[in-house]
């Protein structure tokens, strides 16, 4: 069984950066795409961006140029490095793995516990 554990959140102001990390266990994290997803209050959670197995990445127009999405197989975790963040960035981010066609509809079955990111404007 997959499990996943998001950290690296908090408290930033507008126009500056922060770093996700997500630790994978139960699937060799180098061997499936890797999407992260965020989800404000009352609102559906969606995927912000993924890494497939063969290193190229795609984001959704309103993180790309800002997000980027990095992994060490050897430590089994993913990142998100996020830059000139905005306030419309807060939300609780989330990771996940598995196909590309599930990572865009968002349709797994458990989640971590997620990490809060804050932006202050």
């Known amino acids: 069984q997959v499990q996943l554990v998001e950290s690296g959140g908090g408290l930033v102001s507008a126009g500056g950066s922060l770093t996700l990390s997500c630790e994978v266990s139960?699937?060799?994290?180098?061997?499936?795409?890797t999407g992260w997803f965020r989800q404000a209050p009352g609102k559906q959670r969606e995927w912000v961006g993924f890494?497939?197995?063969?290193?190229?990445?795609e984001f959704t127009a309103a993180v790309k140029g800002r997000f980027t999405i990095s992994r060490d197989n050897a430590a089994r975790k993913a990142y998100l490095q996020m830059i000139d963040l905005k306030p419309e960035d807060t939300d609780v981010y989330y990771c996940?793995?598995?196909?590309?066609?599930?990572?865009?509809?968002?349709?797994?079955?458990?989640w971590g516990q997620g990490t809060q990111v804050t932006v202050s404007s």
């Open positions: 890494l497939r197995i063969s290193g190229s990445t």
């Open positions: 139960g699937i060799i994290i180098g061997m499936t795409t």
């Open positions: 996940n793995v598995g196909l590309v066609s599930i990572i865009r509809r968002g349709n797994f079955r458990s």
